[in-house]
């Protein structure tokens, strides 16, 4: 299993989204967020996708990109251990 690049969160959504809008259709999507999960999956990544925003794409268009950059995501890169702040 190759090692994963550890990045914070704001990193991991920054990159999807730039990955994303490389898609025709998909120039206005945004990734807002991605779950942190307790234990690393069977795969050894530390995270789960979370929000994203079409951007006026229809489903069909932004959908199949989105797991495309989600799965490539989750192969390259696993989350840092960040503080959790609770207001």
């Known amino acids: 299993m190759a090692t994963r690049e550890v ?3 704001k990193a991991l959504c ?3 989204t730039a990955e994303m809008r490389k898609h025709k259709g998909c120039e ?3 990734v807002d967020g991605v779950y942190r999960l307790q234990e690393p999956d069977a795969d050894g990544c530390n995270w789960s996708p979370g ?4 951007g006026g794409a229809p489903e069909q268009v932004a959908g199949p ?3 495309e950059v989600f799965a490539a995501a989750r192969a390259k890169f ?3 251990n960040e503080p959790t702040l609770w207001h």
């Open 7 to 9: 990045v914070t969160k």
């Open 78 to 80: 696993n989350l840092i």
């Open 14 to 16: 920054e990159w999807m």
């Open 51 to 54: 929000h994203y925003n079409m």
């Open 28 to 30: 206005g999507c945004r």
């Open 65 to 67: 990109v989105a797991r």
